[in-house]
């Protein structure tokens, strides 16, 4: 770095010098920083023909506290070309709880004479904003010996420790709904409010969706516990609500609604895409072949769903609605039976609402500061969530968690978005990569291995676990599962030391099926034939232009099998369980993380914050160990330009423009564009819960 310097002073010796200083800090551990500055390196010259030589410092610095900042010791050498010799010094900084910084030292400037310059003050930090002061003494500044200095500054970061501010309420607004990154980033800002002391209370204001699924709701929930847990007020309010930010917010003080608001929601309901009617008519036929009754992706390519895959579904919205009013029931101080009944007769106004005890007030927007000022029996200041970047405590990265993301439908190969309908595709050698970084990385001493995925290619699956495996042996491996860790998501996951899941999470899914659509009858439709020569029986038999033959069926149930057996193989290693007992709970049968639990697929129910914390113990980390997030998600030419203008970066399931209907059916089609359905498959069904 540089610096630039200016004086002013009613000495004559000190007035108007310019002078500019370079610098070069290296710190090779957390608690050791070395430094090189070539000071006043332009001779400067005042008015009064006063010369300022340069000279060369060098320092050492040491923090002998953990590698922290809060003592912080050192020692310097300057060498003075006017006068041909060195000088040395000693330094000291210890943090000031809830102030700043208090700093002094003193500088030998002559070893034959002793002569010695001091300094000691304290720099006052408040946000992003700095103050400091002091006294300079010693008997090398001459006949009166004394002297001060003052400075301020204003940066774009926030200084530790800092100046509490005057008691406040943070208010957290939802103007799109976080995406799967965004969601745990706003986790662990809930969970820094709740260690803030200057903290009164968090105001929450959900316009859109505050969570994409029923498990990301409940480690919404799980956070605004937290945060009243460590004493801070929580208050919501909503307009048009829905189920999801009804169960968030359940777990608040104080609900408000605008009184033209209202709740839209009134249960429970799934809904999935069956397009085996449209293919007929196209004259397409899906020819798959699949192990277990209850594996029941490839029936979407049928009329309707089996008997089988009807019943888990109802037993699936069954325990989401269990685990829904539960929330709502425990958060509002009313009975289940209460709650159910209540949103029964949904959708509600604002008014109904009230009557039926979900909320507590009927506010309007330009009300909300008189609302919390009743809240909480006196006028608070409400500011909006903004974090700073901190100065971190350590000089170079110290100990870690990596968090290691497996978002949306495997695939082999890279990782890709697909735009407009924010679906994320996950490349085996993306996540392998990154697992294989997070092993080689010496500062991670943990992975958490986050897990949103419905499955994919059973390859893709096998080489992210097989990387997952190795991570496994060498370091503590936590899985999170998130809303989906099915199928091939599953299968990924089981190679983890301990797996966490939500209550809500869609897991299980221990099936594989292969197969294809047979487009002929389209093509006869249409007028095209077609000639086909080949040097064996089987030579075509991936051809979307005829069916299997009985033959190619028999072999093909044989490969389905041997690649279950292999998911079986997996699981009962990971798991610790017998072939047997997985087979039992496998056969395709999705489950729930409650269930899961309780048939040992999953260790404990517990969302990203529980998992976060036994991986800092498995690491021997402490609480506060920073987390470190991969794959990095690459900055695009747009994302800079958003950057330019304050604007947050979009994720994939933020660039979203369609309308709901014509949202969820894209979305439903769309794997038929890129999952390769001849290879053999481990993927859940397209399953859509509407909140």
């Known amino acids: 770095g540089n610096t630039f310097a200016w004086s002013s002073s009613r000495r004559p010796e000190l007035d108007g010098i310019f002078s500019v200083s370079s610098g070069l800090t290296y710190r090779p551990f957390t608690f050791l920083g070395a430094s090189v500055m070539a000071r006043d390196w332009n001779a400067p010259l005042n008015e009064a023909g006063v010369e300022l030589t340069p000279s060369v410092d060098l320092g050492l610095a040491l923090r002998p506290i953990a590698g922290r900042r809060m003592l912080e010791v050192g020692g310097t050498a300057s060498y003075r070309r006017d006068v041909d010799r060195w000088t ?91 995406g799967v990154r965004q969601h745990l980033r706003l986790l662990q800002q809930l969970w820094r409010l709740a260690r803030t002391p200057d903290v009164e209370g968090v105001l929450l204001v959900p316009r859109e969706e505050m969570a994409l699924s029923a498990a990301y709701t409940e480690e919404l929930a799980d956070a605004l516990r937290l945060l009243r847990a460590n004493g801070k007020k929580v208050l919501c309010h909503l307009e048009d609500a829905t189920g999801r930010q009804l169960q968030v917010c359940a777990h608040a003080d104080r609900i408000a609604m605008n009184p033209a608001g209202g709740l839209r929601f009134a249960g429970l309901s799934t809904t999935t895409f069956y397009i085996g009617t449209l293919l007929e008519k196209l004259g397409v036929r899906a020819d798959f072949v699949r192990i277990g009754p209850w594996k029941s992706a490839a029936e979407q390519f049928a009329t309707r769903p089996s008997d089988e ?20 029931a425990a958060g509002r101080g009313m009975t289940v039976e209460a709650a159910r009944s209540a949103i029964a007769r949904g959708p509600l106004l604002a008014t109904e609402a009230r009557d039926a005890k979900l909320i507590d007030a009927l506010v309007y927007e330009d009300e909300v500061e008189r609302f919390v000022e009743e809240s909480f029996g006196g006028r608070q200041r409400v500011i909006d969530l903004n974090e700073l970047e901190r100065v971190p405590e350590h000089w170079i990265t110290p100990a870690r968690v990596a968090v290691v993301h497996l978002t949306g439908d495997m695939i082999d190969g890279d990782s890709r978005d697909i735009p407009l309908v924010g679906l994320k595709l996950a490349g085996s050698r993306t996540v392998a990569q990154a697992l294989k970084r997070a092993r080689e990385d010496k500062s991670v001493k943990a992975v958490v291995f986050r ?13 992210i676990w097989r990387e997952a495996a190795l991570t496994a042996r060498v370091k503590p491996l936590v899985v999170s599962m998130g809303s989906r860790a099915a199928s091939g998501g599953y299968y990924a996951a089981v190679a983890g030391r301990e797996v966490f899941a939500n209550r809500s999470t869609v897991t299980g899914s221990i ?83 409650r269930q899961a639990a ?59 423009f369609l309308p709901p209907p014509v949202l969820d059916t894209a979305r439903a089609l769309l794997p038929l564009t890129y999952l390769s359905f001849e290879r053999p498959m481990a993927r859940l069904e397209w399953l859509f819960v509407e909140p």
């Open 598 to 656: 309780e048939r040992g697929l999953v260790d404990r129910v517990g969302g990203y914050r529980a998992a976060l914390e036994r991986a800092r113990v498995l690491g021997g980390l402490p609480d506060d160990a920073p987390i470190f997030e991969l794959p990095e998600v690459p900055k695009t030419l747009f994302d800079r330009a958003l950057a330019l203008v304050g604007a947050p970066k979009l994720e994939a399931s933020d660039a979203t």
């Open 511 to 593: 099936g594989i099926f292969y197969g294809k659509v047979d487009a002929s009858g389209l093509l006869d439709r249409i007028g095209v034939s077609l000639a086909t020569s080949r040097t064996a029986p089987r030579a075509d038999a991936e051809s979307l232009f005829r069916p299997f033959t009985d033959d190619e069926h028999e072999v093909l149930a044989g490969k389905v099998k041997q690649f279950y057996d292999l998911f079986i193989g997996r699981v009962s290693e990971g798991r610790r369980m017998t072939p047997e007992a997985v087979h039992a709970v496998a056969q395709g049968r999705v489950w729930t993380g």
């Open 309 to 328: 895959a009807l019943a888990v579904q109802r037993e699936l919205l069954g325990e989401q609605e269990r685990a829904f009013l539960g929330d709502v």
């Open 88 to 178: 040395g010094g000693v330094t000291l900084a210890v943090d000031v709880p809830r102030v700043g910084t208090l700093r002094a030292g003193a500088e030998m400037l002559d070893f034959e004479r002793p002569s010695i310059a001091a300094s000691a003050g304290l720099e006052v930090n408040l946000d992003a904003s700095q103050i400091s002061g002091g006294i300079v003494f010693g008997n090398a500044l001459g006949r009166d010996g004394t002297g001060g200095y003052a400075s301020a500054a204003v940066r774009g970061f926030r200084e530790t420790p800092s100046l509490p501010k005057v008691g406040h309420v943070v208010r957290v607004r939802f103007a799109a709904t976080p």
């Open 451 to 463: 897990v949103e995925t419905g499955g994919g290619s059973s390859l893709a699956a096998d080489v």
